[in-house]
């Protein structure tokens, strides 16, 4: 069982450089997000996807974006890498997108990034 | 502002000996709280769901608490084992437009021999 599956695992970028965070589920799940996790902080929410084809920001959007084509994959980008989004990413994926439905979200096992 | 404190931050306890993690939450409207465990180098993955009108919920040798009137939950651990070492974060859910998950800072648990 699959789950959600996260590419790459590890990256290493340099200042000003861009990539792509790749994120992909088989659950047929509706929702997806994408999260940053630092250390002595919560995760906070980057980005979110209700259903296929829409994106809404977090708490914390600036300096990245995403796409949503498929239903399966939830793409995060960033579009010139800065040292403040050395983290670790996690991408998580759920039936419903709203908080008030007892349902998990199921997480990939995180992107570590470092920006130097 | 909507917040959720864990408490302690970090705990050591010997293998086979019980815990119990603490969870207190400003969340409103509350629509229900998380429990997860997020082992080293590892996603979060949930132990527990709760609502309003759930006092206790196991799962397996976890079992959590929700005090809905003072917004406290726990969450207990039976008999540890060193698979238990892990970080737990409590996840409380809103009825807001959106995602509305507030996240906890976790508690990191290490269990020894």
């Known amino acids: 069982n699959a789950g959600v599956t996260q590419t790459p695992k590890f990256q290493v970028l340099k200042t000003g450089q861009s990539m792509t965070l790749q994120c992909a589920q088989d659950?047929?799940?509706?929702?997806m997000y994408w999260y940053r996790q630092d250390p002595g902080m919560g995760l906070r929410l980057i980005y979110y996807?209700?259903?296929?084809?829409?994106?809404d920001k977090g708490e914390v959007p600036d300096g990245y974006n995403v796409s949503r084509l498929k239903k399966q994959n939830f793409l995060l980008g960033l579009e010139s890498a800065a040292p403040s989004q050395t983290s670790v990413y996690f991408c998580?994926?759920?039936?419903?997108?709203?908080?008030?439905?007892?349902?998990?979200?199921?997480f990939g096992d995180g992107t570590r990034l470092s920006i130097l | 502002k909507n917040q959720v404190e864990q408490s302690p931050q970090s705990l050591i306890i010997l293998e086979g000996k019980n815990c119990t993690l603490q969870?207190?939450?400003?969340?409103?409207?509350?629509?229900?709280l998380r429990w997860y465990k997020q082992d080293t180098g590892r996603g979060p993955v949930s132990l527990t769901i709760?609502?309003?009108?759930?006092n206790t919920k196991s799962n397996g040798r976890y079992t959590a608490t929700l005090d809905a009137d003072t917004k406290q939950s726990s969450l207990h651990i039976t008999a540890s084992q060193l698979s238990d070492s892990a970080s737990y974060i409590c996840?409380?859910?809103?009825?807001?437009?959106?995602?509305?998950?507030?996240f906890g800072k976790g508690t990191t648990l290490s269990v020894s021999s």
């Open positions: 998580a994926s759920s039936y419903s997108i709203s908080g008030g439905v007892n349902q998990p979200q199921h």
């Open positions: 969870c207190n939450y400003t969340v409103s409207p509350f629509s229900n």
């Open positions: 659950m047929n799940h509706n929702s």
């Open positions: 996840v409380v859910s809103s009825y807001q437009a959106g995602t509305a998950l507030i």
């Open positions: 709760m609502t309003f009108s759930e």
């Open positions: 996807s209700a259903s296929e084809g829409t994106t």
